[in-house]
Nanobody, 122 residues
Framework: QVQLVESGGGLVQAGGSLRLSCVAS????????MAWFRQPPEKEREFVAS??????DYADSVQERFTISRDSAKNTVYLQMNNLKPEDTAVYYC?????????????????WGQGTQVTVYT
């Protein structure tokens, strides 16, 4: 497993933007599939976006509003969130699949961060 530490959550008005960051330990960061999931209040954890050497994948609900990117020199993955909506309110989690597979399933990701709260108000 690797250690993941998220930052960047907060309170933002609808239509605003936030950028989440996640720093990962480990020497082979370039080979991991890195992803963001979120868990809205009283709901199940859900896939948001992922990135590996093949490219990026997004949930339909965030397509064209959110962008996942990574800086391998800093072992960091980002989630740029634009045009935020109240329904984006959730705890956001960074996750890593050390095997580098393509997946949207929670169970396929071995390492998780502690989560960061994002609250969008009108």
């Amino acid at each position: 497993q690797v250690q993941l530490v998220e930052s960047g959550g907060g309170l933002v008005q609808a239509g605003g933007s936030l950028r989440l960051s996640c720093v990962a330990s480990g020497r082979t960061f370039y080979s991991y599939t890195m992803a963001w999931f979120r868990q809205p209040p009283e709901k199940e954890r859900e896939f948001v976006a992922s990135n590996n050497w093949r490219g990026s994948d997004y949930a339909d609900s965030v397509q064209e509003r959110f962008t996942i990117s990574r800086d391998s020199a800093k072992n960091t993955v980002y989630l740029q969130m634009n045009n935020l909506k109240p329904e984006d309110t959730a705890v956001y989690y960074c996750a890593a699949d050390l095997g580098g597979s393509i997946s949207r399933r929670v169970a396929d990701f071995e390492s998780w961060g502690q989560g960061t709260q994002v609250t969008v108000y009108t």
